[in-house]
Nanobody, 124 residues
Framework: QVQLVESGGGLVQAGGSLRLSCAAS????????MGWFRQAPGKEREFVAA????????YYADSVKGRFTISRDNAKNTVYLQMNSLKPEDTAVYYC?????????????????WGQGTQVTVSS
């Protein structure tokens, strides 16, 4: 069992930056691929970024590529999402997810564990 707690969301102006953190409990974090997803009001949850067990492989949605960076610190059981050059369309609840297994994936169905989400609001 893995429990995930996100933090770092908030209100920021367009062009600004935020760093989201996701703290994981459990002994298996270093063998879990991790992902970030987001859901805006009235829209389906969508993939943002994913990272494999050792940080050697990452994936990004086209909409965030070049602006967002996913990373992890296995010693701290934490995964991060650095978000730069934020746009109003990035406004959403951001969710951290853990996958059983080491290989990252971009589909939400691949992830077994989810955090409660953290709100990110980007004003224009």
């Amino acid at each position: 069992q893995v429990q995930l707690v996100e933090s770092g969301g908030g209100l920021v102006q367009a062009g600004g930056s935020l760093r989201l953190s996701c703290a994981a409990s459990g002994r298996t974090f270093s063998s879990n691929a991790m992902g970030w997803f987001r859901q805006a009001p009235g829209k389906e949850r969508e993939f943002v970024a994913a990272i494999n067990w050792n940080g050697g492989t990452t994936y990004y949605a086209d909409s965030v590529k070049g602006r967002f960076t996913i990373s992890r610190d296995n010693a701290k059981n934490t995964v991060y999402l650095q978000m730069n050059s934020l746009k109003p369309e990035d406004t959403a609840v951001y969710y951290c997810a853990a996958k059983r297994g080491t290989i990252a994936a971009i589909t939400s169905l691949s992830y077994a564990y989810w955090g409660q989400g953290t709100q990110v609001t980007v004003s224009s």
